[in-house]
C-alpha cells in the first residue's frame, strides 16, 4: 500500500463511453503508478438502475438519473483526506451494488460521463481533460468495437448512437468549454473522402492561462506553424504526416493547439518529433517517446491519440508536483 497522502490531487477524464477513456487511465497508470493512485468510475453514482431508467425513460447520460449531490460530496470528502462509503454500479446486472469503502490517495481520478458537468466538482478539480471523438470517427469506431466484440448488428449500433445523441450534445458535449485540456479526434484531410477511419486528425487544444500549466507547443511559442516532418528522420507511408500548431479560441477561451493528422510507422523515430516539442513536462529528452514505446499495442499509439494522451499524463504529473512539490515521482518501471 501507498503512504497516506499527504495532500489529495484530484482529475478528471471526461468523456463519452468508446471515446479512449481506459487507455488514457492505463497511461496515466504509467506515470503515476498504481498504487499512487486511485480511480473512480462515476457511473458509479447513477441513482436509477436500468430497469427504473428504462421505465422513467431516461438514459444514464440525463443528470436525473445521478446523484450528484453525493458525487460532491463524496469527491470533496476524498480531497480533504477522508475515506468515503462509495455506491458501486453494476455494468453486468445493471442493478446498484452494496458500497464499498474508499480511502484517498495521492491521485484520485474521476473519470466517466459527468465530471465537469456539476460545477461544485468542477471546482475541486486540479487538472481536467475531455476526450472529444467527432462523429464520424465515433460511429465508425463503435461498430467496430460493438460488431467484433460484442456480436451487434451495424443498424442496432447506429440506431443506440443516434438515440443517445440528444442526451449527448444536452449534458455530455457541453463539458468540453471547462476543461484544462481537450484531445479531439477527427477525421483526417490528408485523404480525400475517406471512409475507413483509421488514419485520424488529432488536435490537442490547450487552454492558455491556467495557473501552474504550460501549454505544449511547435518550435515557436505563440507562432502557427505547418510541419511536414516526413522524409529522411521520419518513416512515412501514404498519406503521410503533418503537424500544425498554432494560438485559436475555443468556447470564448484563449488556447493553443498542436495537430497531427496521420499515423507514425515507426514509434522509435517519434524522438526526431519529441525533439522539436516544447513544454512536453517530460523529465529527461526522450521520455515521450519512451512511454508510448512501452506500450505500442495500446489503441492510438501510431497516431496523434497516443501522443497526446502522453504529453496530458506529463502535465497531470507535472500538475501533481508542482502541488505537493514533491519532484521525486520517476516514471515507474
Request: hydrophobic fraction near 35%.
Amino acid at each position: 500500500m501507498s503512504s497516506k497522502p499527504g495532500q489529495v490531487v484530484l482529475i478528471g477524464v471526461a468523456g463519452d463511453s468508446g471515446c479512449g477513456k481506459s487507455t488514457f487511465l492505463r497511461r496515466l497508470a504509467d506515470l503515476f503508478g498504481e498504487e499512487f493512485m486511485t480511480v473512480i468510475c462515476l457511473d458509479d453514482y447513477h441513482s436509477l438502475d436500468r430497469k427504473q431508467r428504462k421505465k422513467a425513460g431516461v438514459t444514464a447520460l440525463n443528470p436525473k438519473a445521478n446523484n450528484f449531490d453525493l458525487m460532491y460530496q463524496q469527491i470533496k470528502a476524498l480531497k480533504e483526506g477522508q475515506t468515503i462509503n462509495k455506491p458501486i454500479y453494476n455494468h453486468e446486472t445493471g442493478m446498484i451494488d452494496p458500497p464499498e469503502l474508499v480511502a484517498p490517495n495521492h491521485v484520485v481520478v474521476i473519470e466517466g460521463l459527468h465530471p465537469l458537468y456539476d460545477e461544485r466538482v468542477r471546482d475541486l478539480l486540479d487538472f481536467s481533460v475531455y476526450l472529444d471523438i467527432s462523429d464520424e470517427v465515433k460511429i465508425a469506431w463503435k461498430i467496430q468495437r460493438d460488431m467484433a466484440e460484442r456480436g451487434h448488428r451495424y443498424e442496432d449500433v447506429l440506431a443506440s448512437i443516434n438515440a443517445r445523441k440528444p442526451d449527448f450534445e444536452a449534458y455530455i458535449d457541453v463539458q468540453k468549454q471547462y476543461a484544462d485540456v481537450v484531445i479531439q479526434v477527427l477525421p483526417t484531410k490528408l485523404i480525400p473522402d475517406d471512409k475507413e477511419r483509421k488514419v485520424l486528425r488529432v488536435q490537442l487544444i490547450q487552454r492558455e492561462g491556467v495557473e501552474g500549466f504550460e501549454t505544449a507547443y511547435l518550435f515557436d511559442e505563440g507562432s502557427t506553424i505547418d510541419w511536414i516532418p516526413c522524409g529522411r528522420k521520419l518513416t512515412c507511408s501514404y498519406p503521410g504526416i503533418r503537424m500544425h500548431y498554432g494560438p485559436d479560441a475555443y468556447f470564448g477561451n484563449e488556447v493553443s493547439i498542436l495537430e497531427v493528422d496521420g499515423q507514425f510507422d515507426r514509434l522509435e523515430e517519434l524522438i526526431y518529433v519529441e525533439s522539436h516539442l516544447s513544454n512536453t513536462s517530460t523529465k529527461y529528452y526522450g521520455e515521450m517517446t519512451e512511454l508510448l514505446l512501452k506500450h505500442r499495442e495500446y489503441p492510438g499509439s501510431t497516431n496523434g491519440t497516443g501522443l497526446f494522451q502522453v504529453i496530458v499524463g506529463l502535465k497531470m504529473r507535472a500538475t501533481y508536483e508542482r502541488l505537493t512539490q514533491k519532484p521525486k515521482l520517476a516514471v515507474q518501471a
